[in-house]
């Protein structure tokens, strides 16, 4: 008999026909003459409610079915009599898989508080919580390749070990194949790099941005969706060492049409999860985040202000709040002033551009006025930055006199100069954080509960 997973078990249509579920097991209660079990299988939040009439059953029977556990049941799909659900299942014959002691096994109930999932993060996915972000999760990583594929974009995958130390984003993680308790060295005592697997020193990629550009030059419009690694020792709700990045990179693409892409994605993934996913965001609405949706819906219907960087700081400045840090035009801004912008001036998401060349990258087109780059940030409520992108130095003298002001090595730059060398074009791109906006859609608080298993300094644990 063909098993039917529980979510597709409410259809009215299968009512009074025999069905055969699978899954495991999260609460039984009941009396002496019937016991209800609420069986989970993982695709949906919904328990699916199953009967034993203790006359066909006997206690000996049911004594595995304890949380935890998994079982098969095959029975007929009848409309509930109790409250709650709209269906249950009166159970004809049981198979337990396996047993979960109820001794050990760590998921009893209802009621642990996140920090002990992260503990048990090998068997969180099957609580509530965890089922919900990661089918939101599941939702919104499908909702970002239908959006770009349906818009003619190409999924370029760029490697994941780099020889670049360049890009510039963060802190890298060596990736070597030498033994660290016995490295060959140099005469001078420095490390043999030529004797390493690759010839060189080599590390995990922080973004694919820069093989972008060598793919949205040639195909037009690319997009990757990967894993990106900082080894930024930033013990923050928002920062992991390894999260997972999406990187559009288009030809013939200006600031404002990198803006107007940025904004129509996110508001895409937005609306896809709301109307894919409504179970699981009612779920955490209930849970954690009373305005969850609400705050969605918000969020898709009003357009992103638009501002520059030397605007946003004069509204800082005049702003006669407190900071942490003082803000002066030419400094980085901090989380603080990224939230009160969005939190408390305007009240939306802000998108801030042009900001001081020399708190960014390298490669981001220089304005006339000789001062700013054609960068763009998105900054979101609760979450701050969620985007980082820019319109790219086309011109290839402006670009070497950048790379030769900041003394980055010519060795990592040649072949990413030779795009503007040969046949250069104005582009523009942007890296969204996958677990931003996970964690924005989600309403979670902690960017380590919006991924499966997360990395963070002193953690690589499961
Ligand atoms: P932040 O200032 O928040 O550290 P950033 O300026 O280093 O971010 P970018 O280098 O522009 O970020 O990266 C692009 C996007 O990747 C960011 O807008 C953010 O959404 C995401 N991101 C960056 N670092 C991390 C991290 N350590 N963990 C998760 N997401 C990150
Ligand atoms: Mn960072």
């Given at each position: 008999m063909q098993r039917i997973k529980i979510n597709d078990i409410f259809d009215p249509a299968l009512i009074g026909k025999e069905v055969s579920v699978m899954g495991w097991v999260r609460t039984r209660r009941g009396n002496k003459h019937v016991q209800f079990v609420a069986l989970n299988d993982g695709s949906t939040i919904r328990n699916l409610q199953i009967v034993f009439d203790l006359e066909k059953f006997?206690?000996?029977?049911?004594?595995?079915?304890?949380?935890?556990?998994?079982?098969?049941?095959?029975?007929?799909?009848v409309e509930s009599q109790g409250k709650g659900q709209s269906v249950e299942v009166q159970a004809d014959k049981l198979h337990v898989f396996g047993a979960a002691d109820p001794e050990e096994y760590p998921?009893?109930?209802?009621?642990?508080?996140?920090?002990?999932?992260?503990?048990?993060?090998?068997?969180?996915?099957?609580?509530?919580?965890?089922?919900a972000v990661l089918r939101v999760r599941s939702a919104l990583a499908f909702a970002v390749h239908k959006f770009f594929q349906e818009r003619g974009f190409f999924y370029l995958n760029t490697p994941l070990i780099t020889a670049s130390d360049c890009e510039g984003a963060g802190a890298m993680f060596?990736?070597?194949?030498?033994?660290?308790?016995?490295?060959?060295?140099?005469?001078?005592?420095?490390?043999?790099?030529?004797?390493?697997?690759?010839?060189?020193?080599?590390?995990?990629?922080?973004?694919?941005?820069?093989?972008?550009e060598l793919g949205a030059t040639a195909l037009g419009a690319i997009y990757t969706f990967g894993p990106t690694f900082r080894a930024e020792n930033s013990n923050t709700p928002r920062h992991l060492a390894e999260f997972w990045m999406i990187e559009p990179e288009v030809a013939f693409f200006d600031i404002t049409d990198n803006m107007d892409l940025a904004e129509d994605f996110i508001k895409y993934c937005v609306r896809y999860a709301l109307d894919h996913c409504k179970d699981?965001?009612?779920?955490?609405?209930?849970?954690?985040?009373?305005?969850?949706?609400?705050?969605?819906?918000?969020?898709i219907k009003e357009s992103f202000v638009r501002l520059t960087y030397t605007e946003g700081v004069e509204i800082l400045k005049n702003s006669g709040k407190k900071f942490e840090f003082p803000v002066e035009w030419g400094t980085?801004?901090?989380?603080?002033?990224?939230?009160?912008?969005?939190?408390?001036?305007?009240?939306?998401?802000?998108?801030?551009?042009?900001?001081?060349?020399?708190?960014?990258?390298?490669?981001?087109?220089?304005?006339?006025?000789?001062?700013?780059v054609r960068a763009m940030d998105v900054l979101?409520?609760?979450?701050?930055?969620?985007?980082?992108?820019?319109?790219?130095?086309?011109?290839?003298e402006k670009l070497l006199g950048r790379i030769n002001e900041l003394d980055i090595p010519m060795?990592?730059?040649?072949?990413?100069?030779?795009?503007?060398?040969?046949?250069?074009?104005?582009?523009?791109?942007?890296?969204?954080?996958?677990?931003?906006?996970?964690?924005?859609?989600t309403g979670m608080t902690n960017i380590r509960d919006v991924i499966p298993f997360p990395r963070t300094p002193n953690n690589a644990e499961f």
């Open positions: 006997s206690e000996a029977d049911l004594k595995l079915i304890t949380t935890g556990s998994s079982i098969h049941v095959i029975g007929s799909l998921l009893q109930k209802k009621g642990h508080t996140l920090e002990f999932l992260r503990e048990k993060a090998h068997l969180r996915p099957r609580t509530n919580t965890f089922g060596q990736v070597t194949t030498m033994d660290l308790n016995n490295l060959p060295r140099l005469e001078d005592g420095k490390v043999d790099f030529s004797a390493d697997f690759f010839g060189k020193p080599t590390a995990l990629t922080v973004s694919g941005q820069l093989e972008g699981d965001l009612e779920f955490l609405q209930q849970m954690y985040d009373k305005d969850l949706i609400n705050r969605l819906e918000e969020s980085d801004l901090q989380s603080e002033h990224e939230r009160f912008l969005v939190e408390e001036h305007f009240k939306r998401p802000v998108i801030l551009t042009d900001y001081p060349k020399e708190i960014k990258a390298f490669y981001m087109k220089l304005n006339e006025d000789g001062k700013t979101f409520p609760q979450i701050g930055e969620i985007i980082g992108g820019s319109e790219r130095e086309a011109d290839y060795k990592d730059m040649w072949w990413y100069l030779d795009t503007r060398k040969f046949g250069t074009v104005p582009h523009s791109g942007f890296g969204l954080g996958f677990e931003r906006l996970v964690l924005f859609v």
